[in-house]
């Protein structure tokens, strides 16, 4: 979990949540079970109502394990010429979702 101070796709000041493994780990849920722990650690811990995220839209595993754990597709946005999905959750559809199990 990351905030972000600079403007992206019109937004400032928010919690950004990301990934990033090896390829050789893809496929194994890491990145599912990271991304679950980090939302848990954001709303619990530090408190904030709402996380984005955003994937390249070429990245169909990104995309799939962020909407998997509950974000959802507000817009497609250009960042530095790569075609982006922006996603967001709160803490109540977060909870909505822990509680449907993953």
Avoid: P
């Amino acid at each position: 979990m990351e905030f972000v101070a600079e403007q992206i796709n019109n937004h400032k000041n928010y919690y950004d949540l990301g990934y990033r493994l090896i390829k050789r780990y893809w496929g194994q849920g890491i990145a599912t079970e990271a991304a679950l722990a980090s939302l848990k650690y954001a709303f619990d811990n530090l408190n904030t109502d709402e996380v984005f995220a955003r994937a390249d839209c070429e990245n169909v595993g990104s995309n799939k394990v962020l909407k998997k754990v509950g974000l959802k597709l507000i817009e497609t946005f250009d960042l530095n010429g790569v075609k982006h999905n922006w996603y967001r959750t709160d803490k109540a559809g977060f909870e909505s979702k822990k509680s449907n199990k993953v």
